[in-house]
């Protein structure tokens, strides 16, 4: 290439991002790693593609935890990001801060932009909406916990291979597997957000007082209910016999699952897209196991995964911009193809609908457990969600107890009563932060 | 006569240390007194509702029984950290110490390990004892003993202290062998030819001449178990299971950077400043006046 052509290609670069520079820059700070991450990054080249007026710039910084911190320190020094995404269990950390944060629902009105909250699957819009029915985030990738089984080791173990339904059921199916010589017979990922947060709202009983905190910040934990305790009890039992295995606070479980260690495993849906590429077996997804003599049970289950935040103090074209990418993320193709591609649910009932009927669930069994498990019953306030201040705390504690339970330290009772008199000191504390 | 150098000028020993002081002010002194400040406050995650609360963040500790079970919990750890990694340490470099051939290979070997950053040591370390995958947990199985740590809370304390320990033995393995070749040798042979051993020597001879060093070692192994070992535990355990290795110095992280709970950190962290004080002043007052220089 002769030294004029470079020359020309670098004026010509020069005036591309001299042009660049006139849109409007929002930028996206998120937690997507590895394939979640490209499909970040389609997306939002995707956007740009579609229009000329605004550029989104999406950021990886670090797991959930670790953006949020980074955002709340942006923001203490003047320089937030325009969306951040968030997980689940920060949401009540964001809603009380009121002058950091931009409500979508405020937003999408101040731009004129149309928006309908009853457009979203009940179960993801309830979780992220205050009591008034108002969406604060954008909800994102949300998924929920199902129960996974390999068919070829219950076949083995002489049962016909499908999932037990019920707790009974699955007690007795998890004897047949360890009898069998199934070293690890069950396992779960994220014990609280199954085993206390889910198995909740699946048997519809509170997590805590004041609708699980939604109606208000003083709020306190009811996780010491009977139902829990035995739940747990029966957990710690199935632990002693060997019928279940603790793996550890993440998705640790999930690689034990698909590596054939274990038989049996409950955890996020969104390891699916995993399971399916690792497991040299049949599997299956499948609800979660219920104690039927819970009555109403199963209810619906709540999700996991994060949403998207607008922070405060922007330009009103930002914002501008802002509103209309979340309307093109809303939008049924960006829908159907981000549940497509990451196995995480679509946040919109269009998108859900024509997933079916372009018959994707049948073409890709289990898909739609998630879903349908999420919306198995209109949410009821046990079960449209949950919002406890500081309880990336509160389940660390929740957590911690389990674990003195399942390594024979403590009786299920005194674990439930103590992680509930602990929880509810953190959630004094916050209350006592976020007085308005 | 003793020769000094002084300073005519009354401002250049000023200017001289100012760029030390300045460092000292802003990095350490400025946090210092913000977490100080931050103590006695109570507020939300992003800054916006601040509270004054007096003492209570420091009140609402002291009645924590878990914070308390912290300090007992560190206090085991960092003596198992220091104690045995001195031991091994000094096992080592008297071992080193009478090889011939080859010496050079051996302790250059053994130093190897304090060039891995704690945090590598951690995912080394949980690799090797993972509880499904672990090479060291599929031969204590075969050998028929339930490993893991995931749910026992002994295991994990023994696994996070044996990673740090480690990568601190050469360390301490480099102090020691330095310490031993300053012994002279004469000293050994008088004591050889009046018939002492091995290990009478060892003891009568040796371990007193190293006992500086062996001073300044418990020293350095006790802060660096107490504030460095941080990257060992968040790549391992996690302050997990139970709270089992969760040592004050995670809980502070981990209250303060995960949980956005900056009050109650913040006056975590005055009270580990105290303990280091305090620990200071102990060691130099009190142990120091019997150790023989």
Redesign the interface.
Known sequence: MSIRKIAAAALAAGLFSANAHAQVEIQWWHSMQGALNDKVNEIASGFNASQKDYKIVPIFKGQYPESMTAAIAAFRAGNAPHILQVFEVGTATMMGAKGAIKPVYQMMKEAGEPFDAKNYLPAVAGYYTDSKGNMLSMPFNSSTTVFYVNKDALKKAGLDGTAPKTWKEFSAAAAKLKASGQQCVYTTGWPSWVHVENFSAWHNLPIGTRENGIAGTDTRFEINSPQHVKHIEMLADFAKKGLFTYSGRKNEAEARFFSGECAMLTSSSGAQANIRRNAKFDFSVNFLPYHDEIKGAPQNSIIGGATLWVMSGKKPAEYKGVTKFFSYLSSTAVQTEWAKGTGYVPITNAAFEAMKKEGYYEKVPGADIAVRQLSNKTPTANSKGLRFGNYVQGREVIEEEMEAVFAGKKTAKAAMDEAVKRGNEILRKFEAANKS | MEKRVVFRSTWLPYALLAPQIAVTLVFFFWPAAQAFWFSFQ????????T?F?GLRNFV?LLR?E?YLESFKTTAVFSLLVAGSGIALALLLATMADRVLRGALAYKTLLIWPYAVAPAVAGVLWGFLFA???GVVTYVLRKAGYNW?W????DQAMLLVVMAATWKQISYNFLFFLAGLQSIPRSLIEAAAIDGAGPARRFWTIVFPLLSPTTFFLLVVNIVYAFFETFGVIDSTT?G????ATQILVYKVY??G?????L??SSAQSVILMLIVVALTVVQFRFIERKVQY
Do not use: C, M, R, T
């Not at chain 2, 995931?150 to 809370?153: R, S």
């Open positions: 109570v507020q939300d995650a992003f800054g916006i509702n509270e609360v609402e924590d878990h509880p499904s995958i893991d995931v749910l026992q809370g996690q997990g299971p139970a709270g981990y209250d950077v995960k949980a956005g709970d009050g109650g």
